[in-house]
């Protein structure tokens, strides 16, 4: 993955987190004067003061022609002082990290290649694909269930399939959350996810 794709927490001016976006929308961001970077010690920088500051060794950074820049972890919006309640995605890889990689039948680690999923009431019986309806199974599992439901099926679901909580949504979107990110969604950071 890109360093440009790595993802970058967003606080409203209130200073909670509102969304995850990817460090190429935080230079946006801060470059259009929308949001400032988060220092180590909480002090925030517009953008051509960001990107003047010394990169500690061992720091994320892009390289330019003629700048080292330091990659932001976390920025804060300038004018944005609502809180919107983060939403998860329903995607395949977040319903996989929702399920902690486990087949949600038999109990089984899977690899995200080796995932399937499984609508637990079958979408030719009204089932819908959401994350109320649908789980990670194993393919031998998926295959064993077929086109029925669990009960007909003779299967017990682990766990029933829900949304995920908002708290725990940039855990979720990122698999690891940063540990500069503590502060600002630290129950998020008790997920065990994976990318």
Not at 49 to 59: E, M
Not at 102 to 112: E, I, N, S
Not at 132 to 150: D, I, L, Y
């Amino acid at each position: 993955m890109s360093i440009l794709s790595e993802p970058t927490l967003v606080l409203n001016k209130s200073w909670r987190p509102v969304r995850v976006c990817t460090v190429k929308r935080a230079f946006v961001l801060t470059f259009k004067g929308l949001a400032r970077v988060m220092g180590d010690r909480y002090e925030l920088y517009d953008f051509e003061s960001w990107i003047s500051q010394a990169v500690p060794d061992g720091d994320a950074s892009i390289q330019t022609v003629s700048l080292r820049i330091r990659v932001p972890e976390v920025i804060v919006l300038t004018h944005c002082d609502r809180f919107l309640q983060p939403k998860v995605s329903f995607t395949r890889r977040n319903l996989y990290r929702r399920d902690r990689h486990r087949c949600q039948y038999c109990g089984k680690r899977v690899t995200f290649d080796e995932v399937s999923v499984d609508h637990v009431i079958p979408r030719s019986l009204g089932g819908e694909t959401s994350w109320r309806n649908c789980v990670v199974a194993c393919r031998r599992c998926n295959e064993r269930k077929a086109n029925r439901s669990p009960q007909l099926a003779g299967m017990k679901l682990l766990s029933h399939p829900r949304e995920p909580s908002p708290d725990l949504a940039f855990s979720i979107f990122v698999g690891r959350p940063k540990e500069s990110w503590k502060q600002f969604v630290g129950e998020a950071l008790a997920l065990d996810g994976e990318s």
